[in-house]
């Protein structure tokens, strides 16, 4: 089974400051990672995704995540933000399985992210 | 555009009512997932479709069902419209085994009142 830890379910940031939105993940078996994006009143967007190779993984709109097995961490950070980065972003986990239609994404409880003029 | 289709955007019923929800899924998807967005409940699975059979059930009220026809699309039942199944109600679909995720349409948005 899998689950995610998102920590901070709002996150406040100053425009020019990084951002870092915190995700922990347990899994069982070797597992594919996701950060999805959703903005006010609009469906989930895939920012970025870690299924293997290297395991620093960048995004749209200058996000990046990496992947440390160590830590069973997926953290999702940008250098610099910007008013427009200002929504909800969640972490997702999914098993490595190889039968469709049995694959599974468990999302954690979001992180609201607010940038301060 | 996600290439996932739901309609309608809005829709506005009384209580005790029954309305239909319709997904469409990315060309070539054979998975599909309904979802169920609130303040308070926060995003919630409810049911999952893998070409045309039932694959897994999460937190989906006996009030609500959920069908997949045989040219894909999806269509999500809600009866008994009650106050708190006022959300936003997402289908999402996916084709390989968990490593392309999942692909969200823009949701229907529901209010009862």
């Known amino acids: 089974a899998q689950s995610v830890t998102q920590l901070g379910s709002h996150v406040s940031v100053s425009e020019g400051a990084l951002v870092l939105l915190r995700c922990n993940y347990s899994?069982?078996?070797?597992?594919?990672l996701f950060w999805y994006v959703q903005y006010p009143n609009q469906g989930l967007q895939l920012l970025l995704k870690y299924t293997t190779g290297a395991t620093l993984v960048k995004g749209i709109n200058g996000f990046e995540a990496e992947f440390k097995k160590s830590e069973t961490s997926f953290h999702l950070t940008k250098p610099s933000a910007h008013m427009s980065d200002a929504a909800e972003y969640f972490c997702?986990?999914?098993?490595?399985?190889?039968?469709?239609?049995?694959?599974?994404?468990?999302f954690g409880t979001g992180t609201r992210l607010t940038i301060i003029p | 555009d996600s290439g996932v289709t739901q309609t309608p955007k809005h829709l506005i019923t009384a209580t005790g009512q029954r309305v239909t929800l319709r997904c469409s899924p990315r060309?070539?998807?054979?998975?599909v997932y309904w979802y169920q967005q609130s303040l308070d409940q926060g995003l919630q699975f409810l049911i999952q479709y893998y070409n045309g059979e039932e694959r897994a059930k999460g937190n989906i009220l006996e009030r609500f069902s959920a069908q997949q026809f045989p040219d894909l699309h999806s269509e999500l039942n809600l009866s008994s419209l009650e106050l708190g199944d006022s959300a936003l109600y997402f289908c999402?679909?996916?084709?390989?085994?968990?490593?392309?995720?999942?692909?969200f349409g823009s949701g229907t948005r529901l209010t009862v009142v």
């Open positions: 060309s070539g998807d054979l998975s």
């Open positions: 899994s069982s078996v070797p597992p594919y």
């Open positions: 997702a986990v999914s098993a490595r399985i190889r039968s469709f239609g049995n694959e599974k994404l468990t």
């Open positions: 999402a679909s996916s084709v390989a085994p968990g490593e392309s995720g999942y692909t």
